[in-house]
């Protein structure tokens, strides 16, 4: 197995296990906050905004990882009718695509929102966290999806990727 293969299949081990403590939390936060609220009759005011941030993280993240897999809703009614050749070409420019997408609008997006909101001290309300540092989800996820791009355009050109 090539070096990319491992280290491909090292991150996505990673994000994986990330992404399910992140849904673990984000339970855990939401069901004390639903215990509090009826039982207690009282309100936790972090456990709303921690609720929040879990999504933020767990939806941009998930992103990244769906890019991995390949596993982004698609309608391949008309990829299914292109020849060999052009399905290939199909690959290649959606790869190319998702490439760009990650780095405009995720990285170089998402390193100017980090920059500024930390720049701007900006503190989430409740938590009191640098809202950067819950920002910076963004270009971090779109680093990793271009380096997923990347990948998958190598698979393409070795040919043995076919979705």
Request: charge should be positive; proline fraction near 1%.
């Amino acid at each position: 197995m090539k070096l990319a293969d491992v280290l491909f299949n090292k991150a996505c081990r990673i994000m994986e296990i990330f992404l399910i403590s992140i849904f673990g939390l984000l339970v855990i936060d939401v069901l004390g906050q639903v215990f509090s609220r009826y039982i207690l009759n009282t309100s936790f005011a972090f456990t709303e905004e921690l609720a929040r941030f879990s999504l933020i993280w767990l939806s941009i993240l998930g992103a990244a990882y769906l890019s991995a897999k390949r596993q982004h809703l698609s309608m391949d009614f008309l990829f299914q009718k292109f020849s060999r050749k052009n399905q290939k070409k199909a690959l290649i420019f959606i790869e190319l695509c998702i490439f760009l997408f990650a780095l405009v609008v995720m990285v170089i997006g998402g390193f100017n929102l980090v920059y500024t909101t930390l720049h701007l001290g900006q503190l989430s309300g409740t938590l009191r966290i640098p809202l950067g540092c819950i920002y910076a989800i963004m270009p971090l996820s779109g680093l990793l999806m271009m380096c997923f791009s990347i990948y998958h355009l190598s698979k393409i050109n070795a040919n043995k990727i076919t979705d």
